[in-house]
C-alpha cells in the first residue's frame, strides 16, 4: 500500500515567519514529488516539483527531497496571510497517478 | 490556454440513483485523472485515461466507471449511488508522459456531489 503522511495540522505562524511543511512517503519507488496548495473550497493549485535529492528553490518556496529518509518538505519564506491554505503533498511513480497525503492546514496571522 | 473544466459544478442525487460527470482537459493534453476528495479521507485517486485507453485505476469499487473520448474528454459514473459517495470529485489533465517538471496535473475546479 503506497501511502504518503503528513500533519493535518494547522500549523500556526505569524506573519514573516518560515513556515515549514512535512511529508514522509512508504513507496520506494516513487520518484517525483509534488506540492500543491489548496484553498477552502477550491481545486489543488500546484506550487512546487521535486524528483532530485536536495533543494529546489522558487521564490519564497523550498521542496527538500531526502530520498533515503523518504522524506520531502516545503519551506515558505516571509510567510503571508494569503499563504494560509492546505499544503497536500502528492508523489508518483508511474504515469499521472498521484498518490495524496492528507494535507496539512496552514494558519498565517497577521 | 483555456484551463481543465468540469460540468456540472454542483450536483444533487438520491440513494440509488447514478450520475454522469464530464471533464474536458487543457488542449493538447490526452491523459485525464479522476480523483475524489471526503474530509475524512482526502484526495483518492479513482482511475486515469490516456489515448481513450484506463491505464491505471485506483481501489474503488466496479459502481465508479470512467471512459474517454477521442478528443481526450473524459466522463466518469458513479451508479447506485450511495450517502458515503458524497465528495468533490475533481479531474486533472496532463500531456500524459512520465511525470516530469514540464508534465504536471493540472485540476479542474471539481463537481460537489451530494448524496441524499
Known amino acids: 500500500q503506497k501511502e504518503v503522511e503528513q500533519n493535518s495540522g494547522p500549523l500556526s505562524v505569524p506573519e514573516g515567519a518560515i513556515a515549514s511543511l512535512n511529508c514522509t512517503y512508504s513507496d520506494r519507488g516513487s520518484q517525483s514529488f509534488f506540492w500543491y496548495r489548496q484553498y477552502s473550497g477550491k481545486s489543488p493549485e500546484l506550487i512546487m516539483f521535486?524528483?532530485?535529492?536536495g533543494d529546489k528553490e522558487d521564490g519564497r518556496f523550498t521542496a527538500q527531497l531526502n530520498k533515503a529518509s523518504q522524506y520531502v518538505s516545503l519551506l515558505i519564506r516571509d510567510s503571508q496571510p494569503s499563504d494560509s491554505a492546505t499544503y497536500l503533498c502528492?508523489?508518483?511513480?508511474?504515469?499521472?497517478?498521484?498518490?495524496f497525503g492528507k494535507g496539512t492546514m496552514l494558519l498565517v496571522s497577521p | 490556454k483555456a484551463g481543465v473544466t468540469q460540468t456540472p459544478r454542483y450536483l444533487i442525487k438520491t440513494r440509488g440513483q447514478q450520475v454522469t460527470l464530464s471533464c474536458s482537459p487543457i488542449s493538447g493534453h490526452r491523459s485525464v485523472s479522476w480523483y475524489q476528495q471526503t474530509p475524512g479521507q482526502g484526495l483518492q485517486f479513482l482511475f486515469e485515461?490516456?489515448?481513450?485507453?484506463?491505464?491505471n485505476k485506483g481501489n474503488f469499487p466496479g459502481r465508479f466507471s470512467g471512459r474517454q473520448f477521442s478528443n481526450s474528454r473524459s466522463e466518469m459514473n458513479v451508479s447506485t449511488l450511495e450517502l458515503g459517495d458524497s465528495a468533490l470529485y475533481l479531474c486533472a489533465s496532463s500531456s500524459g508522459l512520465r511525470p516530469t517538471s514540464t508534465d504536471t496535473q493540472y485540476f479542474g475546479p471539481g463537481t460537489r456531489l451530494t448524496v441524499l
Open positions: 521535486i524528483y532530485s535529492n
Open positions: 502528492a508523489g508518483t511513480s508511474g504515469y499521472s497517478t498521484l498518490t
Open positions: 485515461y490516456f489515448s481513450e485507453t484506463q491505464r
